[in-house]
């Protein structure tokens, strides 16, 4: 799916003749904070290297991923985003089946269809408000499946502990399991990744984004995380210079960046429960999420794409529809938390839009 995601501000901008920037954009989930003081300060100071092949392996971020997480340097593969590493390692690992436990980011049944590989879907159910449903993703597990986790999950917000994660990955050492966190430094402190979890199972794979809680995703910079055989696997898969020069001064710099992190959590801990109690208010459904975005159900008779294109359209607006998530009906939308003034903006409109359909 190469269109259909959050954040296609560019494309929107061009079909309704407008600037990016005129739109505002509930649709991407990144950080409802600016990136990090200083960054933009250092990327113009290391412009000038763009004028030079940068570093083959990225070994520079990798020794800063190595002393922040404890893990070895050769167990980080910096990529050009974590989608790179999605495509690749269903065709990498040649599974048997691939699960996937959903609603979730549709590129993982994507990148199965890409490797010729049947996806199996372990759905979360609106009446338990979407908490995973671990044990019947246990019971269908067989040796030689790919199993995919987004936690916490996109677009649910829902979130495993870190320990309920451990305890599966080990039950089942002869399956591989890719867990994508890139929306976990919005949940918890690295206390709660799988990243330090010891010993790493060898049978483990973890995404993470800089994309999402540093707010730059026109940077393009993510990685996988494996050790043992795994990491012989995605070394075999690894391509030189896949990492742009600049992403590679930004990610040893953003590696650094735990206070901003906090004060991203801080700012949601505070922001979330203030716009579900207002979305709530106007007779909405809102499942509990622990990330920067909401998943909300619209009332009968009302779809999501109705109201994204009349917010869209009429005051430049731009949710996420989430009537192609596999699992989802299309009265879903999912919210992206902005700063307060926004957020505001927003509810008001979806009031008035509410009432005009109503």
């Known amino acids: 799916m190469i269109r259909g995601h959050g954040g296609e ?70 990529s050009s985003g974590t989608t790179e590493w999605i495509f690749a390692l269903p065709e990498a690992l040649n599974p048997q089946r691939v699960l996937i436990l959903g609603p979730t980011y549709a590129d993982y049944e994507d990148a199965a269809g890409r490797a010729g590989v049947r996806a199996h879907y372990i759905l979360a159910r609106k009446e338990e408000d979407f908490q995973p449903p671990l044990e019947e993703l246990e019971d269908l597990i067989a ?136 979305l709530s208010a106007l007779g909405l459904s809102v499942f509990p999420s622990r990330t920067n975005f909401l998943l909300v159900e619209l009332p009968e008779g009302i779809s999501g794409k109705e109201i994204r294109d009349r917010l869209l359209t009429e005051v430049r607006l731009l949710i996420r529809a989430c009537g192609n998530f596999r699992g989802l009906s299309d009265r879903f939308i999912r919210l992206a938390l902005r700063l307060p003034e926004e957020n505001d903006k927003l509810l008001y409109t979806l009031e008035q839009v509410l009432k005009d359909l109503s």
């Not at 933009?40 to 990225?58: M, V």
């Open 143 to 278: 040796p030689g499946d790919l199993v995919f986790i987004c936690n916490p999950n996109n677009p649910t917000g829902a979130f495993l502990k870190r320990d309920t994660l451990y305890g599966l990955i080990s039950r089942h050492p002869e399956a591989v399991f890719v867990v994508d966190e890139s929306y976990l430094p919005f949940a918890a402190e690295d206390t709660e990744s799988l990243l330090s979890a010891r010993p790493f199972p060898e049978n483990l794979v973890v995404l993470f984004s800089f994309s999402k809680i540093y707010r730059i995703p026109g940077l393009r910079l993510g990685l996988a995380t494996a050790e043992g055989p795994l990491s012989e696997v995605l070394r075999g898969r690894e391509l030189p210079w896949a990492v742009n020069r600049l992403a590679q001064v930004a990610g040893e710099f953003l590696v650094g960046q735990r206070e901003h992190e906090a004060r991203v959590r801080k700012f949601l801990a505070e922001e979330r429960p203030r716009v579900s109690l207002r």
């Open 9 to 78: 501000v560019y494309h929107l901008a061009r079909e309704m003749g407008l600037s990016p920037g005129e739109i505002l954009d509930f649709s991407s989930n990144v950080s409802p904070l600016p990136p990090p003081e200083g960054l933009y300060d250092l990327l113009q100071r290391h412009l000038s290297e763009i004028e030079h092949l940068p570093e083959a392996d990225s070994f520079t971020l990798r020794r800063a991923l190595a002393r922040r997480f404890g893990l070895s340097e050769e167990a980080f593969f910096p």
